[in-house]
């Protein structure tokens, strides 16, 4: 035992920093057990360079490596009423918002700057799974509808990364409502004619994919992202069946044609900017040519760096379509 263990928690605590793990000078790669120096990973945008496993970042970071230059403007949304329901398990609702509002700094599960992606205006909202697991609440529901009429009021591209276990259950229905909510936001981003696009990160699961994260104009994914409705162990003991390798991972939903493309990490921006060039140019045409043309030509970029596109008819892309 160590004379550390000695000291008194609350003392421990004072000279706890926040995320201990990310302070530590090296870190295990999950997917391959190799150990990292913390500042090459960071240099590496927090991918693994011998395995290529995209690990989690903060939104910070991800907003830093998508705007240009890095520079961007957080965007507000209105506060939602807290703890509807008074709602309580093995500690109060308030109680664990005020948590998880201090370890992130943020008010819940979804921030969105503003800023130019490749110099094309857009506005981009980030969900952080650190903050409860980025559940949809009333709250997250409130900033992608503030996301969206930015998006509109702007004339820009909306872009979401989401990141979610689902729906938010200590707002019970109210969370679940959150899923039409999010679609008419959707709808009206879609009216406006402007381009909406997903990127899909690890894990997206729950109502959010059965909403707002799976009615992009063009839908990208981290390699490796767990993407699903429900988990694979209850769609197992439901049909009875076991499930094939690397079922609900981005690469197999692309195959699939549920994701239209698997972008690594240190192409995503380069790949959005070109999205959105592509996207707005031909914003005044109708929605579905748009995408299609954009996923063909962010394919055709990505040749280098990624397999070769697969022969599935990719939604909401028509292959047969595209290839007349
Ligand atoms: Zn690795």
């Known amino acids: 035992m160590s004379w550390l263990s000695n000291i008194p928690p609350g003392i421990k605590n004072i000279f706890r920093r926040e995320d201990d793990g990310k302070d530590a000078l090296w870190s295990k790669c999950p997917?391959?057990?190799?150990?990292?120096?913390?500042?090459?990973?960071e240099a590496a945008r927090y991918v693994c360079p011998s395995c290529?496993?995209?690990?989690?970042i903060t939104p910070e970071e991800r907003l830093a490596l998508i705007f240009d230059d890095g520079a961007y403007e957080a965007v507000e949304a209105p506060e939602p009423v807290t703890d509807p329901l008074k709602f309580r398990d093995e500690k109060?609702?308030?109680?664990?918002?005020?948590?998880n509002r201090r370890k992130t700094g943020q008010p819940d599960a979804m921030q969105?700057?503003?800023?130019?992606?490749?110099g094309a205006e857009a506005v981009v909202a980030v969900q952080n799974f650190r903050f409860m697991g980025g559940s949809m609440g009333m709250a997250l529901g409130e900033v992608l509808v503030k996301a969206a009429e930015e998006a509109v009021a702007r004339r820009a591209a909306l872009i979401v990364f989401a990141a979610s276990g689902g729906a938010r259950m200590q707002e019970g229905i109210?969370?679940?409502?959150?899923?039409?909510?999010?679609?008419?936001?959707?709808?009206?981003?879609?009216?406006?004619?402007?381009?909406?696009?997903?990127?899909?990160?690890?894990?997206?699961?729950?109502?959010?994919?059965?909403?707002?994260?799976?009615?992009?104009d063009v839908h990208l994914?981290?390699?490796?992202?767990?993407?699903?409705?429900?988990?694979?162990?209850?769609?197992?003991?439901?049909?009875?069946?076991?499930?094939?390798?690397?079922?609900?991972?981005?690469?197999?939903?692309?195959?699939?044609g549920m994701v239209d493309l698997v972008v690594h990490r240190h192409e995503l921006k380069?790949?959005?900017?070109?999205?959105?060039?592509?996207l707005m140019k031909k914003h005044r045409q109708p929605a579905k040519p748009q995408a299609e043309e954009a996923v063909k030509e962010a394919e055709a970029d990505n040749v280098a760096t990624l397999e070769p596109p697969k022969a599935m008819p990719s939604s909401p892309v028509n292959l047969d379509k595209a290839a007349e």
Do not use: W
């Not at 109060?92 to 948590?99: A, G, H, K, V």
């Not at 993407?227 to 939903?253: H, N, S």
């Open 270 to 278: 380069d790949t959005l900017s070109r999205l959105i060039r592509v």
């Open 92 to 99: 109060r609702y308030t109680d664990r918002l005020r948590e």
């Open 112 to 118: 969105i700057a503003v800023g130019a992606v490749g």
């Open 31 to 41: 997917g391959c057990g190799e150990m990292i120096f913390q500042r090459d990973l």
């Open 174 to 216: 109210l969370s679940l409502m959150q899923m039409p909510r999010t679609t008419v936001a959707v709808d009206m981003v879609r009216e406006a004619r402007l381009p909406y696009i997903v990127v899909l990160t690890n894990p997206t699961t729950g109502g959010v994919t059965a909403s707002y994260a799976m009615l992009g």
């Open 52 to 56: 290529n496993h995209h690990m989690a």
């Open 221 to 256: 994914a981290e390699p490796g992202a767990l993407i699903g409705f429900a988990g694979p162990r209850v769609i197992e003991q439901t049909i009875r069946e076991k499930l094939p390798e690397g079922f609900q991972r981005a690469e197999f939903l692309e195959e699939k």
